[in-house]
């Protein structure tokens, strides 16, 4: 079996220098990682609120597209009864 070397582990000041540019790089490209994951669900919440929005506003056409026609629809047979009553008199 080997040894295993558990004493202290000695860097010369480029590897010092070296591993704390790569640790800084890391954390920038997580911070980046990060930022882009919270920008991507701003982006999908908002999407989601727009798409509530225009569910309501089409929502609301049709309500009123439907009282519309059910006006026509009674003032029709409001017309047709008037008639009834013109030509019964």
Sequence with gaps: MGEEDDGPQLMSPLQVLRAKAFAKEKEA???AERDRIAAKKAAAAANKVRKEQEKAERALRTAERRRLAAE???QH???VQARKELRAA
Excluded: M, P
């Design 29 to 31: 490209r997580e911070q």
């Design 77 to 79: 047979a409001v017309d």
């Design 72 to 74: 026509k629809k009674l």
